[in-house]
């Protein structure tokens, strides 16, 4: 079983349209969970932190499910510069090496 | 914005060569990785490092991968005999905690 695994995609979504992303977790130990965001052949950058309560940052919402392991990314009203891969990460315990997914890819069109 | 730097941001070498990575960290982190993705593939642990000295290493970080940190600003990884597997994007990265995480915008690798 891979350890975070996501939904490739892509997703093609119209500007101003809400998506989705979803990402599952092997390790029930995990104690640090975020989302990054990577453009093609770029770094990966943080975009949040995850957490059990969920957290919100403008337009993104991320939410932490431990009993089901399972984390989500909700982006509202999409804009064409939202377009890049979405990498769920875990990290196993303080400070540990990052575990990344493979990512999702959106495409918000015009 | 303070910054992870790499040099150089693409490397090109032949199979069996030497190479080495340079990464110049955040000053004030304490906690140093390397990161590689290989094309269409997820981003890989590779070794951290923290106190001069390895914390943590991958079963990829095998015996022809090794990391330095010479002087008090540059980390680098070194590739002993490159393969043509070793081919990939390589990141640094540094943290002074886990939530502060920045990595630097990578070195392509190509052996040929």
């Known amino acids: 079983r891979k350890e975070v695994e996501q939904d490739p995609g892509p997703f093609n979504v119209p500007e101003g349209a809400t998506v989705a992303f979803n990402c599952t977790y092997s390790?029930?130990?995990?104690?640090?969970f975020f989302w990054y965001r990577q453009d093609c052949r770029k770094e990966p950058k943080l975009l949040m932190s995850v957490y059990s309560s969920g957290n919100e940052d403008g337009r993104f919402t991320a939410q932490l499910n431990r009993a089901s392991q399972y984390i989500s990314l909700l982006i509202r009203d999409s804009k064409l510069s939202d377009s890049a891969t979405y990498l769920c990460v875990v990290s196993p315990r303080g400070n540990t090496p990052l575990v990344f997914g493979k990512g999702t890819r959106l495409s918000v069109i015009a | 914005e303070p910054e992870v730097t790499q040099t150089p941001s693409h490397q090109v070498t032949q199979m069996g060569q030497e190479v080495i990575l340079r990464c110049v960290p955040i000053s004030n982190h304490l906690y140093f990785y390397w990161y590689r993705q290989i094309l269409g593939q997820k981003v890989e642990f590779l070794v951290s490092f923290y106190n001069n000295e390895i914390s943590e290493k991958s079963e990829i970080f095998d015996d022809q991968f090794s990391v330095e940190r010479p002087d008090g600003s540059n980390f680098t990884l070194k590739i002993r005999s490159t393969k043509l597997e070793d081919s990939a994007m390589y990141f640094c990265a540094s943290s002074q905690s886990l939530d502060g995480y920045t990595f630097g915008s990578g070195t392509r690798l190509t052996v040929v």
């Open positions: 390790n029930s130990a995990s104690q640090s």
